[in-house]
């Protein structure tokens, strides 16, 4: 199961979007409980997966950088429990000229993945150096954007009401490079005001959208997306609640926490 960078690979744009959009991100650090969504598939091996997600999201001096983690445990059908850790660092330059990634997995203690590097603006083309799993180099073409420069154009894009976004787009959460992804934008609801809000109570009465995207391959060469995944996402880029569906199973994160967090000084 390939765990993503819920706030990085959330976007995608058409090019008529403007880049430079009026968009006002609210630097946060959101708690989200992690459950299983529904009932198990008789597919999976896996009958019920329980954990915590953490995102920090700042806006610092040239940039923004982003931290995101999580701890979850999958529970299966022969007794194994899975303990699954996943951390995901980024630095991004806020004209869209740097972009630094570290992504770490661990299974039960054990380092699986580790994927760390930098993506560079030259010119009209993006060029990505990995330092790990291994050594190499990937030139992206024009038009593929950073995680931040998503958020800001599909947001500026779903105030105009418009709905479908496919693009690329480069998180560094993989060693293959950029993804394809096909985005969906419902009509914006509000949050209630109700009890169970109490511990979230900046989102009362908020407006958000329910975004839906498939995520495909660096080539997309099939028809079925690596997963699909849904989200509440407010006009600041708070995610109030997200569904990733792996085909075999789905996870649920609510947002039980929320800090909002000050600009730091340059």
Request: aromatic share 10%; hydrophobic share 35%; glycine share 8%.
């Amino acid at each position: 199961m390939k765990l993503l960078a819920l706030f990085g690979v959330i976007f995608g744009c058409l090019l008529s979007c403007s880049l430079q959009a009026n968009v006002e991100l609210q630097p946060h650090r959101a708690y989200y409980t992690v459950t299983m969504d529904g009932r198990p598939d008789p597919r999976s091996s896996v009958t019920d997966a329980r954990g915590t997600m953490v995102i920090e999201f700042e806006k610092v001096c040239g940039g923004w950088t982003l931290q995101q983690r999580s701890e979850t445990r999958m529970y299966h059908n022969d007794g194994r429990v899975e303990h699954i850790r996943w951390g995901y660092v980024t630095f991004e330059a806020e004209d869209g000229s740097l972009f630094t990634f570290n992504t770490y997995r661990k299974t039960n203690d054990e380092l699986v993945e580790d994927i760390r590097g930098r993506a560079e603006k030259k010119g009209n083309t993006i060029v990505v150096t990995y330092q790990k799993p291994e050594k190499k180099t990937l030139k992206l073409p024009e038009g593929v954007l950073f995680p931040t420069q998503h958020v800001k154009t599909l947001l500026n894009a779903a105030e105009g009401k418009e709905q479908i976004f496919p693009h690329v787009v480069f998180d560094g959460s993989s060693d293959e490079g950029a993804s394809e992804i096909n985005v969906f934008v419902g009509a914006q609801k509000m949050i209630e005001n109700t009890p169970a809000s109490k511990t979230t109570p900046q989102l009362a009465n908020q407006p958000f959208w329910p975004v839906r995207f498939a995520v495909y391959g660096p080539e997309k060469t099939d028809y079925e997306p690596i997963y699909v995944t849904t989200q509440d996402l407010l006009p600041n880029g708070i995610i109030k609640q997200y569904v990733i569906d792996y085909g075999g199973i789905k996870i649920h994160g609510v947002l039980e926490r929320l800090e909002l967090l000050r600009e730091s000084g340059c």
